[in-house]
């Protein structure tokens, strides 16, 4: 059977994003 995971990757992906925290990419407020 198929297991879910994290895939334990989330590091590698935001490495290059211009600005991260604990894994999440952060982005300017658009909402007025």
């Known amino acids: ?3 879910v ?3 334990g ?3 590698d992906i935001v490495v290059n994003a ?3 925290e604990e894994n999440f990419f ?3 407020k658009v909402v007025e």
């Open 5 to 7: 995971t994290d895939g």
């Open 9 to 11: 990757k989330a590091a």
């Open 1 to 3: 059977s198929d297991v």
């Open 26 to 28: 952060l982005v300017p």
């Open 18 to 20: 211009p600005a991260t």
